[in-house]
């Protein structure tokens, strides 16, 4: 986590604790639980497990970012929280509203909130740097969540479909932006070039940027025609 990401969709990721539960089948091979908990034994997944907040050094990283994209007048894109969720209800809430003050203080950074709990998620009171996000890997995902997203007063509300794990319809709902992408790892389930190929008609039709991330790690014989792979628009 920092100043540079592997991430392509975003500039830095910030992650203000670490740690997170499992809710929904795209988290059954989640990359964060490998290396934090498997991996670096850093924070220990699952419910009743306490969540670990990471060092004052790393949450001064944003005040720094701030004051850069100050001076050269570039946005920063900040994906928080790429190792838990911020709405994870293990989070004592006094941390999010240290989270929410940080924000706040750093008006020249754009802050990307993803999250897989859109019950928990707030509909109001997000600050103007604030895109509001919910992932959504397959049609039952997408229903329950992007409805909800759609209604909340984020100033832009974009929607993760990675990992892409079957056919998604958007139902003429219209994010601000769209994610897509494969699966990534030893044990990544496949991805399907139609169900990409009908979320890129889609987002033409409904005039929504799309970005392609990856087709994941099984991709030795994936068929890549109509330039998919090469899209990679941002709501800015």
């Not at 500039?11 to 795209?26: A, E, H, L, Q, Y």
């Not at 995902?141 to 993760?160: I, T």
């Amino acid at each position: 986590m920092g100043d540079t990401t592997k991430i392509e969709w975003c500039d830095s990721t910030f992650n203000p604790w670490i740690g997170c539960t499992k809710v929904s089948p795209g988290c059954v091979n989640c990359y964060a639980e490998r290396d934090q908990d498997h991996h670096y034994h850093r924070a220990k997944w699952g419910a009743g497990n306490p969540r670990v907040r990471t060092s004052p050094a790393n949450w001064k990283k944003p005040l720094a970012w701030d004051k850069e994209a100050q001076n050269t007048g570039k946005r920063r894109l900040v994906f928080c929280a790429s190792l838990a969720d911020v709405f994870d209800k293990e989070v004592p809430e006094s941390w999010r509203e240290d989270l929410y003050a940080l924000i706040n203080a750093t008006p020249n950074l754009t802050w990307l909130l993803l999250t897989k709990r859109e019950q928990d998620m707030h509909l109001g009171g997000y600050a103007p740097n604030v895109w509001l996000g919910v992932t959504a890997e397959n049609q039952e995902q997408w229903d329950k969540r992007v409805p909800l997203l759609l209604s909340s007063g984020a100033s832009k509300k974009f929607v993760s479909v990675e990992p892409m794990l079957g056919p998604v319809d958007m139902r003429g709902l219209k994010p601000d932006w769209l994610i897509v992408g494969g699966e990534s790892g030893s044990k990544a389930r496949p991805i399907q070039f139609e169900w990409v190929s009908y979320l890129y008609a889609e987002c033409q039709h409904l005039k929504v940027p799309f970005f392609f991330k990856q087709v994941g790690s099984d991709d030795s014989g994936w068929p890549l025609p109509c330039n998919i792979e090469s899209v990679k628009e941002f709501p800015i």
